[in-house]
Nanobody, 119 residues
């Protein structure tokens, strides 16, 4: 089992910055990929960025050059640094982890953190 807890969301003006954190606990040794997803009202959940256990990252086109995903292994925490925020970045942001163990893979989600960007 893997537990994920997000923090760092809030209200920010367009052009501002926020940093989201996702603290992982439990069977973290089994995690192969972690990522951030977001869901805006009335829309489907979409990929924002992912990072593998060997630090390879991938970004949605809409956030490339503005967002940076990273992991601090000493703290078992993943981050999403969001710069130059736009109103359209407003959404609930979810942390995700894919772990491989036994009969896996297993998909884990955090509870979500709200990011609101005002104009």
């Amino acid at each position: 089992q893997v537990q994920l807890v997000e923090s760092g969301g809030g209200l920010v003006q367009a052009g501002g910055s926020l940093r989201l954190s996702c603290a992982a606990s439990g069977s973290i040794f089994s995690i192969k990929v972690m990522g951030w997803y977001r869901q805006a009202p009335g829309k489907q959940r979409e990929l924002v960025a992912t990072i593998t256990s060997d630090a390879a990252s991938n970004y949605a086109n809409s956030v490339k050059g503005r967002f940076t995903i990273s992991i601090d292994n000493s703290k078992n925490t993943m981050y999403l640094q969001m710069n130059s925020l736009k109103v359209e970045d407003t959404a609930v942001y979810y942390c995700n982890a894919i772990a491989v163990a036994g009969s896996g893979p297993f998909n884990y989600w955090g509870q979500g953190t709200q990011v609101t960007v005002s104009s």
